[in-house]
């Protein structure tokens, strides 16, 4: 099967990590994700509290300055401080932040009892929910979501992308509207732990990587109790129906897992 990225996913221009997408092989930005993340985000202010939890709900505007949520009127989900309107983000209290080199847009939230380690970046409309836990190099477009008690690591969410109940995401790719079921499994190492390869066009391609999970295409969806193996790839809407296993390898567009 020959495999593009624009065979995965259509609209990366929307995407603030667009440009790591000019590879030939859809695993390769992961390699540089972190690095990536690293240049592109600038510091939280000094005056938020790193490596211990919030002890107030604050709420960041995009100029980054640190108010009490408190004090922010909400008018039909528009933010005003002393009458004037405002844009940012909501940091609940109990959330925790481990580093400094994570960034979020407007009307982002992060629900209490959250660890988030940096680099990362949230788009507008990201939801990171009670619980969740993200060690780091991790992007999200417009309006994803990383819910409870999902980890995440070196992966990116494109817009829409949802990992909302019990999910681990490692060193995986979600296209834009991709839906994980409550406990999916995106596994990221075989149990050999050798490099992952792929057949394709019947070549043997190395990816260079030991750590690699799965890259979903645009709209897939997976039933909750899924599994995908290391090193699977979904073609565009493809399903996992729930409590099966996927993978590993290359799988057509609109394949059901049944």
Request: charged content about 20%.
């Amino acid at each position: 099967m020959e495999l593009k990225i624009f065979s995965l996913f259509d609209n990366l221009e929307v995407e603030k990590i667009k440009n790591l997408f000019k590879t030939e092989y859809p695993w390769e930005p992961l390699k540089i994700l972190k690095n990536y993340l690293l240049e592109l985000i600038p510091d939280l202010p000094k005056k938020i509290p790193l490596r211990e939890p919030l002890s107030k709900s604050l709420f960041l505007t995009l100029e980054g300055e640190i108010l009490l949520l408190n004090e922010i009127e909400i008018i039909e989900n528009e933010f005003y401080f002393k009458g004037e309107k405002i844009e940012g983000a909501i940091l609940y209290a109990g959330a925790i932040l481990m580093n400094s080199k994570i960034f979020f847009e407007k009307n982002v939230i992060v629900e209490p009892f959250a660890m988030v380690s940096g680099p990362a970046y949230f788009s507008e409309g990201t939801q990171i929910r009670q619980g969740a836990y993200i060690r780091g190099s991790v992007y999200t477009g417009k309006n994803a979501v990383i819910g409870h008690t999902t980890e995440v690591k070196n992966s990116i969410f494109f817009t829409s992308a949802k990992a909302a109940h019990f999910a681990y995401v490692g060193d995986s790719i979600l296209g834009k509207d991709v839906n994980l079921g409550a406990g999916t499994k995106l596994a990221n190492l075989k149990f050999t732990k050798k490099e992952i390869f792929f057949e394709i066009n019947g070549e043997r391609i190395s990816t260079g990587l030991k750590k690699l999970g799965a890259i979903l295409g645009d709209n897939c969806q997976t039933g909750c109790n899924s599994v995908l193996q290391p090193g699977t790839i979904l073609g565009k809407g493809s399903f996992v129906l729930p409590g099966k296993v996927a993978g590993p390898g290359i799988l057509h567009p609109k394949t059901i897992i049944k």
